[in-house]
T-cell receptor, first 112, second 110 residues
Framework: DVKVTQSSRYLVKRTGEKVFLECVQD?????MFWYRQDPGLGLRLIYF???????EKGDIPEGYSVSREKKERFSLILESASTNQTSMYLC???????????FGSGTRLTVV | GENVEQHPSTLSVQEGDSAVIKCTYS??????FPWYKQELGKGPQLIID?????GEKKDQRIAVTLNKTAKHFSLHITETQPEDSAVYFC?????????FGTGTRLTIIP
């Protein structure tokens, strides 16, 4: 069964902390994505990557960075966590071309 | 950039009845339109998709229709069952990046 695995289901962090969210896929997909999900706002794209060491800004990149050193792993970094970054974070991957995504189960991050 | 609007935000239907969720998109260059179902505590899962060269696609009890001229597409679920209760998202893409609607919470009333 193909999978996108997010390292944590729940995280609680303090304001100002540096936070790492990890995502690993086992499908040899070229593309990987980070979205955040908030009630009433749907899924908003933070960053995406088409290949190793490549990254592109999405619609809401402010306050975030990413790293993709290996094809299967895509990390989201909150440089200095703030309370407005409390959200559900979803990682997804897809093969090259116009295909649907496979999502992970999400990480619910609370910043206090 | 692309903008996707989705309606209604909540929908309750009697078990056995049909449910329809509608989406509109803004960019006429968009050419791929998937639908996702998200159950409680899980990530969204692709349930059906349609490409711009097709007007309708069906998979058992679910179907999607696309009207490129009007720039809208719809999800139809027939003979609804309790396990259809979930949040549904539409999306549109003109490349490898998807723009999502805001979601519809569908509740099936037994």
């Amino acid at each position: 069964d193909v999978k996108v695995t997010q390292s944590s289901r729940y995280l609680v962090k303090r304001t100002g902390e540096k936070v790492f969210l990890e995502c690993v896929q086992d499908m040899d997909h070229e593309n990987m994505f980070w979205y955040r999900q908030d009630p009433g706002l749907g899924l908003r794209l933070i960053y995406f990557s088409y290949d190793v060491k490549m990254k592109e800004k999405g619609d809401i990149p402010e306050g975030y960075s990413v790293s993709r050193e290996k094809k299967e792993r895509f990390s989201l970094i909150l440089e200095s966590a703030s309370t407005n970054q409390t959200s559900m974070y979803l990682c997804a991957s897809s093969p090259a071309g116009f295909y649907g995504y496979t999502f992970g189960s999400g990480t619910r991050l609370t910043v206090v | 950039g692309e903008n996707v609007e989705q309606h209604p935000s909540t929908l309750s239907v009697q078990e056995g009845d049909s449910a329809v969720i509608k989406c509109t998109y803004s960019d006429s260059a968009s050419n791929y339109f998937p639908w996702y179902k998200q159950e409680l505590g899980k990530g969204p899962q692709l349930i059906i998709d349609i490409r711009s060269n097709v007007g309708e696609k069906k998979d058992q009890r679910i179907a999607v229709t696309l009207n490129k001229t009007a720039k809208h597409f719809s999800l139809h679920i027939t003979e609804t069952q309790p396990e259809d209760s979930a949040v549904y998202f539409c999306a549109a893409s003109q490349g490898e990046k998807l723009t999502f609607g805001t979601g519809t919470r569908l509740t099936i009333i037994p």
